[in-house]
């Protein structure tokens, strides 16, 4: 069988199909990618089609002061609009080029989903992030319209026939369990196959053998960013009881007495960390709780609330105020964050008995 993954260039939504396609390939299947170039070269290995033009569609264009609504406007009319018009030329002609039996489609990259309704070829989405499952402009419904006719004018222009263009109703693979995200109330098969995280690579000594607790706010390295992690930082220091680790992109930060790092290899990291505090990005949260690491989260914008939402229910963490939390503030949440263990643990084992790259590539097979 033919798989063509139609993706967006960003890292998190790439991640959870790159372990897809290496079981694909594994089972004897010819898998290639699609999306805007050289930017998709640049995660994933494979054959590539190119799709979007040169455009320059990056998320770090937007300013990075937008929050709520003005975030999710600048998301959908300046990134998720623009880039589906701009990919459909190029994943038609993917499509026409690689005759795919299945099109594997993530939920930002919308053009995958409009061609492949257009051509009659079966097609599933891929929920990266949980939070479109739990509609969360359900309770927005001036909102919620408004994204229905940006998409209207999307299958408008594109002459598809099509509902919500986020949810194929062939299949939705969500990486997620529903003990993390709840139940999905929208009308689509959903299969629930968890996290598809990369196996850990990368070593990281530790000084001693107190608790390790690990600061990190993925690629977001904007002034408050900045703040926040300086806070962090503070707030460790004044905790000699834990072993302090903060992930400082820009290598600004300075400290005696808390460890500093450009990057990390998170994977092998969090399996011996006792505390995660993050921003709420899907990958790194999902990598925390796979190990069963409590969290505390500081979201800053998109899908972010929604998924420290979701940790705080299922009671495996706690949640800050990411424009607001001072040092004392992110020390009090890191002292209280062990007592969510239990939480956390809870969903690790959801996690580990979801599947995760394996259980989505039987669905993907059954599909086609």
């Known amino acids: ?158 002459g598809v026939l099509l509902g919500d263009l986020r949810f194929s109703p062939h299949l939705v693979l969500a990486f997620t369990t529903r003990a993390l995200a709840g139940e999905c109330r929208l009308a689509v098969p959903v299969s629930y196959v968890g996290p598809a995280l990369p196996a850990a690579s990368g070593e990281w000594s530790l000084v001693d053998d107190r ?31 834990v072993q302090g680790l903060v992930v400082d992109p820009t290598g600004s930060l300075v400290s005696e007495s808390v460890l500093l790092a450009r990057r990390i290899p998170q994977v092998a990291v969090f399996s011996r960390a006792s505390v995660v505090v993050c921003h709420g990005g899907h990958n790194t949260v999902c990598e925390a709780l796979s190990a069963g690491v409590p969290l505390v989260v500081a979201p800053i914008r998109d899908d972010q609330s929604m998924l420290a939402q979701q940790v705080v229910a299922a009671s495996a963490g706690v949640r800050l105020r990411f424009d607001r939390a001072k040092a004392a503030d992110i020390r009090k949440a890191i002292e209280a964050a062990p007592g969510y263990a239990p939480g956390a643990e809870k969903i690790r084992k959801s996690f580990a008995a979801a599947g995760g790259a394996q259980e989505a590539a039987d669905h993907l097979e059954a599909l086609g």
Request: contains cysteine; glycine residues 10%; charged residues 15%.
């Open 211 to 241: 608790p390790l607790v690990v600061v990190t706010l993925g690629t977001s390295n904007d002034s408050a960013g900045s703040r926040f992690l300086a806070e962090s930082v503070d707030a460790l220091a004044g905790m000699p009881g």
């Open 1 to 158: 069988m033919r798989f063509l993954l139609v993706v967006p260039p960003l890292a998190g939504h790439v991640a959870p199909l790159r372990g897809v396609a290496a079981v694909l390939s594994s089972r004897g299947h010819s898998v290639a990618w699609c999306g805007p170039e050289p930017l998709l070269s640049t995660l994933v290995s494979g054959r590539v089609f190119p799709a979007g033009g040169s455009a320059p569609f990056s998320l770090s264009l937007r300013p990075p002061g937008l929050r709520g609504f003005a975030a999710l406007k600048f998301l959908w009319e300046s990134y998720l609009v623009p880039l589906a018009d701009a990919m459909v030329p190029g994943v038609s002609s993917a499509v026409a080029a690689f005759e795919p039996d299945v099109v594997v489609v993530d939920q930002q990259a919308m053009a995958g989903a409009l061609v492949a309704a257009r051509c009659g070829r079966p097609w599933a989405t891929s929920a990266s992030t949980s939070t479109e499952l739990a509609d969360p402009l359900g309770t927005l419904p001036k909102i919620a319209s408004w994204v229905s006719d940006l998409q209207a004018g999307l299958r408008a222009r594109h």
